[in-house]
T-cell receptor, first 115, second 115 residues
Framework: QKEVEQNSGPLSVPEGAIASLNCTYSDRGSQSFFWYRQYSGKSPELIMFIYSNGDKEDGRFTAQLNKASQYVSLLIRDSQPSDSATYLCAVNQDAGGTSYGKLTFGQGTILTVHP | DAGVIQSPRHEVTEMGQEVTLRCKPISGHDYLFWYRQTMMRGLELLIYFNNNVPIDDSGMPEDRFSAKMPNASFSTLKIQPSEPRDSAVYFC?????????????FGPGTRLTVT
C-alpha cells in the first residue's frame, strides 16, 4: 500500500465548475498536509497546507482534512483554464528528531479545466 | 528573499560522463532535499540533509549517485558515470525544521538528458 495515494485522474472539469482532488494517507501519526501545484515543465509550487481537522479556505481554494478517515482534499471553486496543472498531495509524518522536514508525496492528479 | 537556486537548468551529456548538479537552499533553512521526477515514477526523494548531515539516502538509486553538502548554503548531486536512464528532472528543495508545518520550497529544477 502506498503511503500517500491520490485519485489517479486525469480529471477534466468545465470552466466555472468545482474541481475536487482527493488524497488518502496511511500513517495515522501524520501531522501536516500540503497541496502543491505543478505546471508542465515547472517545479512544484506550494498552494496550501492544513494541519487541523476541518476546512481551510484561501481564495478559490479550500483544503479539507479528516484525520479519523485519513483523508485530505482540495476543492477549487470557479475553476479556470489557468488551474490546469498536476496537483501533488504531500504529508509530513512529524516523526521527530531529524525527520521534521521530510514530506511524502502522492503521485499527483492531472487537472484539465476546459473553456 | 531569493528562493532555492539550482544550476545548471539544463544539462545534456553523453553516457559515461560525470554530471554535477548544484543547489543553494533558502537562507536559514536547515533541511535540503534532492528529488528526481520522471513520467513513469513521479517525484522520488533521493536523499535529504539536516544541518548539512545526510540523514536518509535510501532513495539513491545506486552507487553511481552521490551527494554532498559542505556547508549550509551549498549542495551537489553527482552522477558518475551517467547512463541514459538517469535522464529526468532533478529538483532541490529546502525547508525549516524549526517552524511547523515544515513546508518545502522547490528550486526550478535541472533537466538532465543523457544520450
Amino acid at each position: 500500500q502506498k503511503e500517500v495515494e491520490q485519485n489517479s485522474g486525469p480529471l477534466s472539469v468545465p470552466e466555472g465548475a468545482i474541481a475536487s482532488l482527493n488524497c488518502t494517507y496511511s500513517d495515522r501519526g501524520s501531522q501536516s498536509f500540503f497541496w502543491y501545484r505543478q505546471y508542465s515543465g515547472k517545479s512544484p509550487e506550494l498552494i496550501m497546507f492544513i494541519y487541523s481537522n476541518g476546512d481551510k479556505e484561501d481564495g478559490r481554494f479550500t483544503a479539507q482534512l479528516n484525520k479519523a478517515s485519513q483523508y485530505v482534499s482540495l476543492l477549487i471553486r470557479d475553476s479556470q483554464p489557468s488551474d490546469s496543472a498536476t496537483y501533488l498531495c504531500a504529508v509530513n509524518q512529524d516523526a521527530g528528531g531529524t525527520s521534521y522536514g521530510k514530506l511524502t508525496f502522492g503521485q499527483g492528479t492531472i487537472l484539465t479545466v476546459h473553456p | 528573499d531569493a528562493g532555492v537556486i539550482q544550476s545548471p537548468r539544463h544539462e545534456v551529456t553523453e553516457m559515461g560522463q560525470e554530471v554535477t548538479l548544484r543547489c543553494k537552499p533558502i537562507s536559514g533553512h536547515d533541511y535540503l532535499f534532492w528529488y528526481r521526477q520522471t513520467m513513469m515514477r513521479g517525484l522520488e526523494l533521493l536523499i535529504y540533509f539536516n544541518n548539512n548531515v545526510p540523514i536518509d539516502d535510501s532513495g539513491m538509486p545506486e552507487d553511481r549517485f552521490s551527494a554532498k553538502m559542505p556547508n549550509a548554503s551549498f549542495s551537489t548531486l553527482k552522477i558518475q558515470p551517467s547512463e541514459p536512464r538517469d535522464s529526468a528532472v532533478y529538483f532541490c528543495a529546502s525547508s525549516s525544521g524549526r517552524h511547523f508545518p515544515y513546508e518545502q520550497y522547490f528550486g526550478p529544477g535541472t533537466r538532465l538528458t543523457v544520450t
